[in-house]
């Protein structure tokens, strides 16, 4: 079966992190976020992967290429962000048979992909404590009869997982009308397959669709918690690794050091002398954390540096990002209630009483500056010595 996967959103909801690199492509572990819908593609046997492209599509493109793991990769370019049914209708001179489709952006239980794909029509669906928010699919006897987008009375707790198996039909039925958003939206599509179609509903155990700035922190968390140690880096003897640590081929962790996993260092990464680095954390490729740093539960993102005496904690930074010596994170409200952050000009709960910072590409503090929690630091911005910094800017 061919799996097109869509990745031409901009992800507007995850500035500055999408400033350069389209959301599918930001740091989960070790591959890019969309890095995992495709290999739960081609472990579910998927025989093409026809990627959706649009907004900084180059990046994608550089990173699958016309291959990836023995699986022929095309790309379909949609020009304008016009809805995930639009997204699909431009890969349809691709396709030529029955096809998955799945969001590059969301990160799917595997075991639930291969069920899928064995199951066409099928539809991935996850059970939710608050269906109303959700597109909620209603079953008889075992099939999928409807699905209703943020129902006042859902019929069931079953949320649609955007993960679809597609008779080869389903291709003449991808133009459809702007659905009251304004968008072509693939559940339209659906809606139709579900009308002429004896279509499955697949449970899926696990399911987390990255939007915001917290998600992709837990889209670390999650698949963090899946590393086995290994130690291919140089690590000082006076180094204390315990759990799950990887350290990899050309990365360093130097004398002092303690970390406990599950922790990622990625390859020419340093750290240390004397850093403290605990689960969840990703040290993205050329990061530094310097002397006496203590780094928790957060994203690195690659050639990122946090110089001695700082302290980050439930934050995610972005590419190049240094923060200047005795930079303190503060993760938790003196009130203990959720940590809210700004998502397109509105303040929202992130759900979490512990969250940091979000940095852009480039931005740097300096020395002693404080920050507070739920801030965002805009792409190449800058604070001053001492400065607290208590606004978004
Ligand atoms: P969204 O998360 O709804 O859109 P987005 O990724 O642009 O993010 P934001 O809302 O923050 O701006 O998209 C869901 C999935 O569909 C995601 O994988 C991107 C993809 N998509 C397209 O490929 N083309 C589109 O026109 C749209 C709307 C989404």
């Given at each position: ?50 990627l ?34 639009h997204?699909?209708a ?11 489709v ?77 659905s ?20 499955t ?42 759990g ?10 130097k ?19 004397n ?19 203590e780094?928790e ?44 952050l ?19 590409d ?32």
């Open positions: 079966m061919q799996a097109v996967v869509l990745a031409a959103g901009e992800g507007t909801r995850i500035r500055p992190l999408s400033a350069t690199l389209p959301k599918p492509m930001l740091p989960v572990a070790d591959r890019p976020l969309a890095a995992h819908t495709v290999d739960a593609a081609v472990d579910a046997g998927a025989d093409e992967i026809v959706v492209v649009g907004y900084e599509a180059e990046t994608v493109r550089d990173y699958f290429g016309d291959e990836y793991r023995g699986v022929p990769v095309s790309y379909a370019v949609q020009t304008e962000q016009a809805g995930t049914a997204a699909v431009a890969a349809k001179d691709r396709i030529d048979g029955p096809f998955a799945l969001n590059g952006d969301n990160l799917y239980d595997p075991a639930a992909i291969d069920r899928l794909f064995a199951n066409c029509p099928a539809v991935g669906a996850v059970e939710v404590a608050e269906p109303r928010n959700y597109g909620v699919l209603s079953t008889e006897d075992g099939v999928v009869d409807d699905i209703t987008e943020k129902p006042s009375e859902p019929p069931t707790n079953l949320a649609n997982a955007g993960a679809y198996a597609f008779p080869e039909r389903a291709r003449e039925w991808l133009e459809v009308p702007e009251e958003r304004g968008e072509h939206e693939i559940t339209d599509v659906l809606a139709t397959v579900l009308d002429r179609f004896a279509v509903p697949i449970a899926l155990d696990r399911w987390l669709d990255v939007g915001r700035p917290w998600e992709l922190l837990a889209a670390n968390e999650w698949k963090l918690a899946d590393l086995d140690r290994r130690i291919d880096g140089r690590v000082s003897d006076d180094a204390h690794l315990e799950d640590v990887v350290v990899e081929e050309g990365a360093t962790v004398p002092g050091t303690v970390i406990e996993g599950p922790v990622l260092i990625r390859s020419g990464a340093t750290v240390g002398p850093a403290y680095v605990r689960g969840a954390t990703l040290i993205g490729e050329g990061a530094s954390v310097g002397n006496a740093v780094i539960n957060s994203v690195l993102s690659r050639d990122t540096s946090v110089s001695h005496l700082s302290y980050v904690g439930d934050s995610v930074l972005g590419r190049d990002v240094n923060f200047g010596a005795g930079t303190t994170v503060a993760n938790r409200r003196h009130d203990g209630a959720i940590v809210e700004t998502v397109k000009g509105e303040r929202v709960p992130t759900g979490r009483r512990e969250f940091g910072v979000v940095a852009g480039g931005a740097k503090t300096g020395i002693n500056s404080s920050l507070t929690p739920g801030l965002k630091l805009a792409t190449g911005a800058t604070t001053r010595p001492g400065e607290v910094v208590e606004r978004d800017g």
